[in-house]
């Protein structure tokens, strides 16, 4: 018996490559290719550094208020974390404690099987259908939680409030989880369900990472009923009270402030996406329709695996799995408008070699 066999062993995720090099287009991340809000970059030249010795207000009530009006919620109903993986993992350990698995798609975001290993979750998954949707009827099935993102994450497809509603009236008995990184792209909020006294088993977990150009801070959130949200708060409270720092809480509230710049961000994005998917559909990809920052494509004829090492080789960053269905197909974050013309431009030149 030696030390070394009482380490853990796990298989962590693999985020998309933080690349080094110079002059790459780094379309591999989801990352917004805008800057954060220019209040929210003036909350950081405001800032007083020297208050940094003192930690940070541990509820973060601002931050929380600058969410919670923004969604037509209470300060009780939103909880904050290092990023929405941090959120995501502590209602894992949170509310999955049953015997029962829980339930998620088969093509969805990585993270979740790695938490359920990590956490010793049983879990189960049910298949995307020929054209990569979720079947609400799957989620009928008896269940020890419910984990969907929404879009769903690599397929970039969105789905409509009446789709969700039927997902929590089917499940009125286990902790459904909205996964919302991508929803400021595409769809409609669950958290309008928050309210409803009869859905206090929803979750809805969200981020700054993404629509907000804040992902190097580390900053999610959650919405749900003050039930979820004080048992999270336990949780968190059991192993570290300070999980934002004072700079984000600064920064975060101006960021949630500036409504107009966000909305002309997600609408440049959008317009752009729109523009790439078109082009794309052009040259004979099949791209699904996205509700997100980034697209899901595939070509008959092509290998895009091939296409992905390619276009690493003239500098350009895409995604690519090699999992089970989805092993010729790319995901591309939708950059700026330059940057998606270098994309488009590689692209064409591969397919045209
Ligand atoms: N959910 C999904 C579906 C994601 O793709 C990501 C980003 N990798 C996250 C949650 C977490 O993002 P963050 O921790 O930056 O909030």
Redesign the pocket.
Known sequence: MSWKDNLRKIEPYV??EQSKEKDIVKLN??ENPYPPSPKAIQALKDFNAESLRLYPPADATPLKKAIADYYGVGVNNVFLG???????ALAFQAFFNGDKPIAYPDI??S?YPVWCRLFGIPYKTYPLDENFRINPEDYREENGGVVL?NP???TSIGEDTEFIQKILDYNRDSVVII?E??ADFGVQSAALFVDSDSYQNLLV??????SRSL?GL???FAIGSKALISVLEAVKNSYNSYTVDSLSIAMGIASFEDRDYFTATVDKIIATRERMTARLRELGFTVLDSSANFIFATHNDYSMKELFEYLKTEKVFIRYFNLPRIDNYIRVTVGTDEEVDIFLKETEAYIRR
């Open positions: 985020p998309g991340a989801n290092n990023g929405s993986d941090d959120v995501l969805t975001y993270f993102p769903n994450a690599p996964d990184a991508y977990t969200g981020t700054f990472s993404k992902a580390r900053i999610g």
